[in-house]
């Protein structure tokens, strides 16, 4: 009699629930239970008044949101009648709310009342999973388990639950894959399987695994968002327009499918295609206009694609549902960001500033906001305010950022030796970046410290041979001071060899010829960079050699071609002068 009444009750009060976790179609662990079908044998207890008060209690508690009360509840009834189904009830509460210390401690009670059980020994299997346990013993329980399920289905359904659990519990792609390798030689990677292996060769890098797992699941789950978005998402390396055409069939079979239209925007995003992908954007946001979520990731979506103005109103739109709604404050700082960012591409400096102002000292964009915010203040001529700003900063691990960024704008401020001394403490550092490098020695050079830049050049050279810009800045050092013209010549020589069509090394090259008196050459070179580039030294360069050659028009013609271009340029006035030029 209980049997039968206790049995259909807990049927209709645990009816199997779906969830997401770690980004998987996932069935909570309680739902293990339905999984292996068994029959165990039962007490012989009547439902008397006492008991049936006690059930009923505690799912009152439940409904009442007291799931802590029914958990005890139930744990207790196990324990004095001696029913596994009591615990397994227990056990389903504890997972409903993710309390899974008080979940183990139940399929520890359930197996102990039922030792037969596959369900109590999966159950146990997978909380301690989840809860991060993967030593050798936990492994030979679910091989076991895979080996006693003769049913091919039940045992891709446990295995799925396996890798989603170790794959949450351990967080590690690599050690659950090493963890999963003697399971999954048991079960054909068919299904959900072949999707969850996707995603875990995914964030190991494997991609030619990602590839044929990826393809599995679209093949054995056409209907599933999530596996036609791995499959299409494999085509973008290959083929972009077959990824696109895979998520617009997809969608044709299920147009309201929002995932799919977010697949279909980011693969427009990728492929370039601003105003199809505008055109999602406006699809999706009409759904889903006061999802935080969602408009975050459109956000995110139009800045791919250079939608700067539309991305910039997604994000303060964001900024306002995210104070309404709680659980995304968290992503305001990132928003603040991305807002002053626009703002500044924009030349806004004073709406940049504000934004950047928003972020606060104790989130980890706070250093990065002030780098920018001293970057707006350069541009508004407030460069000495925005060299005190950041010495003011204890930057920690960003204090390489912070010195850079102090000394692109000392630089800017003509404080040449400002400049080199934060560069030299960057260096201390970071000293083999090559960056910083190249920029200590053009600084040096600056300040008259040739043999500086020289051994700064040099370095350079050492750590990366297999860069010409280093033998091409210490050649053409070399021969703007008229010194060393041979070595100048041989380390420009090797440049070249490596980077025969840098405009840069030519001119180098051709001035190298210039200084030399050499002057067929230096034209020779000299014409040829600038057919590879506008650049304005280039440019003056050719000038002066015809000066030198006395084709006064010819130089006189290079110039009224770059005064228009480069109003009151001081390289280009200071040329003028040394010549005695005048128009």
Known sequence: MFGLQFTHFLRRLASARLSALAGLLCLPLATQAALFEEKVPLPNNDLDGSLLYQIIASEVALQNQDPALAFQTYLSMARKTKDPRLAQRAFEIADTVHAYKEALEATQLWQTLAPMSASAQGANALVRLRLGESDNTLQKVIIDLLKKTADQQERENFLYQVIVQTDIGLNDANKTLAFLQPCLSLVEHRNHVALALTKLYRQVGNFEQVQHYARRAYQD??????????????????????????????????????????????????????????????????????????????AGIADNVGLTNETTRLLEKFEKLAHQKSGYENKLPQT?????????????????????????????????????????????????????????????????????????????????????????????????????????????????????????????????????????????????????????????????????NDSAILDSMGWLYFKKKQFVEAERYLLKATKKSSDKEIWLHLAELYHAQGKTDKTMEILRTLMPLYPKDEMIEQMMDRLHLHF
């Open 221 to 298: 789950l056409p209907d599933n968002t999530s596996a036609m978005l791995e499959y299409a998402d494999t085509q973008t390396k290959s083929n972009l327009q077959v990824a696109i055409a895979t998520i617009e069939a997809f969608i044709a079979k299920h147009p309201k499918d929002l995932d799919a239209h977010l697949g279909l925007a980011k693969a427009f995003a990728k492929a370039k295609q601003a105003q199809k992908a505008l055109s999602e954007i406006q699809l999706i946001e009409k759904r889903q206009a006061d999802n935080p979520g969602v408009i975050f990731a459109l």
């Open 336 to 500: 603040y960001l991305a807002l002053g960012v626009n703002a500044y591409r924009q030349k806004d400096y004073e709406k940049a500033i504000a934004q950047f102002k928003k972020i606060e000292k104790d989130s980890d964009l706070y250093i990065q906001a002030k780098i920018l915010e001293a970057h707006c203040l350069a541009a508004t001529n407030q460069g000495t305010a925005a060299i005190k700003m950041l010495e003011k900063l204890s930057a920690g691990k960003r204090q390489f950022e912070v010195l850079e960024t102090q000394a692109k704008i000392t630089d800017q401020l003509k404080r040449y030796g400002d400049s080199y001394r934060f560069i030299k403490k960057a260096l201390d550092l970071k000293p083999n970046d090559a960056a910083l490098l190249y920029r200590a020695a053009i600084t040096a050079e600056k300040l008259g410290r040739l043999d500086d830049a020289e051994k700064w050049l040099e370095h350079g050279i050492e750590q990366y041979p297999e860069k010409p810009d280093f033998y091409n800045a210490l050649g053409y050092l070399w021969a703007n001071k008229g010194i060393h013209l041979d070595k100048a010549k041989r380390l420009l020589d090797k440049a070249l060899r490596m980077s025969p």
